[in-house]
């Protein structure tokens, strides 16, 4: 098991609230594909990063404390993100590094989904080999016809 989820928690818990106005902020993205939303325009990636996390964090909570024996009864996902640090430590402790590994995973995985839905993030795809390099790019450019 790696680091204590406390701080990667608190990271994402900050990030979270900055989701709302970023969600009619950026209204247009990039690949201009446009969502609505009560009648005006959404950004899609911020709005499915804010169903993901209103649904996958009080469901990996829910999950744990049924794996830990514990009573569970639904939270907004601040709430659960406050408790995953402890129920982590409490799955480690009573030897079930599994489900440890899957809120580990979880919270990385919702913190690198909200920072992309920012734009605080890019994706992790290497250049492609269809990417000419600078010389590629000059020949290229030099061959062209001239309009």
């Known amino acids: 098991m790696s680091e204590d989820l406390g701080p990667a928690c608190a990271e994402l818990a900050a990030l979270i609230p900055a989701l709302v106005p970023a969600l009619s902020r950026d209204g247009t993205p990039l690949d201009s594909r446009i969502g609505l939303s009560a009648g005006s325009a959404v950004n899609p990636d911020v709005l499915q990063a ?86 590629d790019a000059a020949q290229i450019v030099a061959a062209s016809p001239q309009a």
């Open 50 to 135: 804010m169903t993901v996390l209103a649904t996958e964090i009080p469901a990996a909570c829910a999950a744990a404390c049924e794996v830990a024996g514990e009573p569970w009864r639904h939270h907004p996902s601040a709430i659960c993100l406050r408790a995953i640090p402890r129920l982590h430590h409490r799955l480690t402790a009573l030897g079930m590094p599994a489900a440890a590994s899957d809120l580990e995973t979880g919270v990385h995985h919702w913190t690198r989904l909200v920072k992309r839905a920012l734009g605080l993030r890019t994706a992790d795809l290497p250049a492609g080999r269809d990417c000419p390099s600078a010389g």
